[in-house]
Nanobody, 129 residues
């Protein structure tokens, strides 16, 4: 079955960096777009970043643009989220997701969590001030 396993979360101070990884199995990873979402208790899941199947196109939430970088290594079936200049507002559980999109899919489509078929269990990121 399909599995997405996140790792790399942790507890850091403001200004620090973390690199999240998402190891995929059971699916044709190189045919799926990948995304990162985050969620804090009591709030809706929030789009963070997405990358298309071959890494040519990337998408970011305004709140992380310039600080976070999404990437993927299809040879390793793994996606990454490099997070720099972390601040307490970045504290959340981070989830990776995978889904397939048509060539005519719009930017906004990739920011909607229901468009992703597969999800990991999440990794906690806590940033102290």
């Amino acid at each position: 079955q399909v599995q997405l396993v996140e790792s790399g979360g942790g507890y850091v101070q403001a200004g620090a960096s973390l690199r999240l990884s998402c190891a995929a199995s059971g699916l044709a990873f190189n045919m799926h777009s990948m995304a990162w979402f985050r969620q804090v208790p009591g709030k809706d899941r929030e789009f963070v970043s997405a990358i298309n199947y071959n890494g040519a196109d990337t998408y970011y939430a305004d709140s992380v643009k310039g600080r976070f970088t999404i990437s993927r290594d299809n040879a390793k079936n793994t996606g990454y989220l490099q997070m720099n200049s972390l601040n307490p507002e970045d504290t959340a559980t981070y989830y990776c997701a995978a889904g397939r999109f048509n060539s005519w899919s719009q930017d906004r489509d990739r920011r909607i969590d229901s468009n992703y078929a597969y999800w990991g269990q999440g990794t906690q990121v806590t940033v102290s001030s």
